[in-house]
C-alpha cells in the first residue's frame, strides 16, 4: 500500500482545511486507516482512526473539530478539520495497517502534509 496526502495549507485560527488521503494497491477495505501529526519539536501523535470495520476514534483534542472518512470505491480517506487552533499547527500523516496485524503499529505511511494555522 502506498499512501499520497495532501490538502495541506496555511490557514487562520477558526478556518478549516480538508486533508486526503489516496492509496493504492489492493483490498484497501482490509485496511485501517488513521491519521497522525507531528508538530515542530514533538513527537508524533494520533489524531483519528477508522477501522476496517467501520469503528472511528479521535484524539481527545481532535473530538467535535475533525472528522475522519473513508471512500472505499475510491480508495480515500478524508480528515475534516473545522475549528482550527495553532495548536492544531503540524505535519499530518495518514497511515493504513491491515486487518490482520493485532499489534496497533502502523505498517504504511504517507509522506505528510503540513497544516499552519496563524494566530
Same mark, same amino acid.
Given at each position: 500500500?502506498?499512501?499520497?496526502?495532501?490538502?495541506?495549507? *496555511?490557514?487562520?485560527?477558526?478556518?478549516? *482545511? %480538508? *486533508?486526503?488521503?489516496?492509496?493504492?494497491?489492493?483490498?484497501?477495505? @482490509?485496511y485501517t486507516m488513521? &491519521?497522525?501529526?507531528?508538530?515542530?519539536?514533538?513527537?508524533?501523535?494520533?489524531?483519528?482512526?477508522?477501522? &476496517?470495520?467501520?469503528?472511528?476514534?479521535?484524539?481527545?483534542?481532535?473530538?467535535? %473539530?475533525?472528522?475522519?472518512?473513508?471512500?472505499?470505491?475510491?480508495?480515500?480517506?478524508? *480528515?475534516q478539520m473545522n475549528?482550527?487552533?495553532?495548536?492544531? @499547527?503540524?505535519?499530518?500523516?495518514?497511515?493504513?495497517?491491515?486487518?490482520?496485524?493485532?499489534?496497533?503499529?502502523?505498517?504504511? &505511511?504517507g509522506q505528510g502534509?503540513?497544516?499552519?494555522?496563524?494566530?
Amino acid at each position: 500500500v502506498q499512501l499520497q496526502a495532501s490538502g495541506g495549507g *496555511l490557514v487562520q485560527a477558526g478556518g478549516s *482545511l %480538508r *486533508l486526503s488521503c489516496a492509496a493504492s494497491g489492493r483490498s484497501f477495505s @482490509t485496511y485501517t486507516m488513521a &491519521w497522525f501529526r507531528q508538530a515542530p519539536g514533538k513527537e508524533r501523535e494520533f489524531v483519528a482512526v477508522y477501522t &476496517w470495520h467501520g469503528d472511528t476514534s479521535y484524539q481527545d483534542s481532535a473530538k467535535g %473539530r475533525f472528522t475522519i472518512s473513508r471512500d472505499n470505491v475510491n480508495k480515500m480517506v478524508y *480528515l475534516q478539520m473545522n475549528s482550527l487552533k495553532p495548536e492544531d @499547527t503540524a505535519v499530518y500523516y495518514c497511515a493504513a495497517k491491515h486487518r490482520s496485524n493485532r499489534v496497533g503499529t502502523y505498517d504504511y &505511511w504517507g509522506q505528510g502534509t503540513l497544516v499552519t494555522v496563524s494566530s
